[in-house]
């Protein structure tokens, strides 16, 4: 299901970004172009971080950040930023890999979280994400960590 969520328009890598809202606005922007979100959506995410704290920070190193499927939601989607200077989402939440998940609902995502747990289990996975300078070598290296588990 990842796979089929992330593919070469949702994946952009850059240098790096002024602060982890803009973070969140260009990790979001492939998903705004192609209608799955409204704009209305990306505030969400950053105002529900702003009241709560950074716990979209769920792996040293990455970020998803999320709203509410009324937030702005139009189809199940998600994104995938990868910088090569982390930003930082708190004092010690250093962040170089920022996935949006745009949920339409409260299940039909759960695969995809699970196929998302599986990159995310071993930092080494995360570091060659990382590494990636292509969008291209982003998707092989999902391919891989997502089909090891089923081999």
């Known amino acids: 299901m990842l ?6 328009e949702t ?9 982890w809202q803009d973070a969140i606005r260009f990790a979001a922007s492939p998903l705004l172009q192609q209608n799955k979100i409204e704009k209305r959506y990306i505030q969400a995410m950053i105002d529900s971080i702003e009241q709560h704290g950074p716990y979209v ?7 998803i950040p999320h709203a ?7 189809e199940l989607s998600m994104s995938l930023l990868v910088l090569q ?8 939440k250093a962040v170089y890999v920022i996935i949006i998940l745009a949920a339409t609902d409260h299940s039909t995502h759960l695969q995809a979280l699970v196929d ?3 990159v ?6 995360i570091d060659n994400i990382i590494g990636c300078k292509r969008a291209e070598c982003v998707m092989d290296k999902i391919k891989q960590y997502t089909t090891k588990e089923r081999l």
């Not at 994946?11 to 602060?19: F, S």
């Not at 920070?57 to 970020?63: D, E, F, G, I, R």
């Not at 200077?85 to 010690?92: A, E, I, Q, R, W």
Request: hydrophobic fraction near 35%; avoid cysteine.
């Open 120 to 125: 995310l289990q071993e930092p080494s996975q």
């Open 3 to 8: 796979t089929e969520l992330l593919h070469r």
């Open 116 to 118: 998302l747990t599986q």
């Open 85 to 92: 200077k982390p930003v930082y989402f708190g004092p010690d």
């Open 57 to 63: 920070v769920l792996t040293p190193k990455v970020a």
């Open 11 to 19: 994946i952009q890598i850059t240098n790096e970004v002024a602060n």
């Open 68 to 74: 509410r499927p009324s937030d702005g939601v139009n």
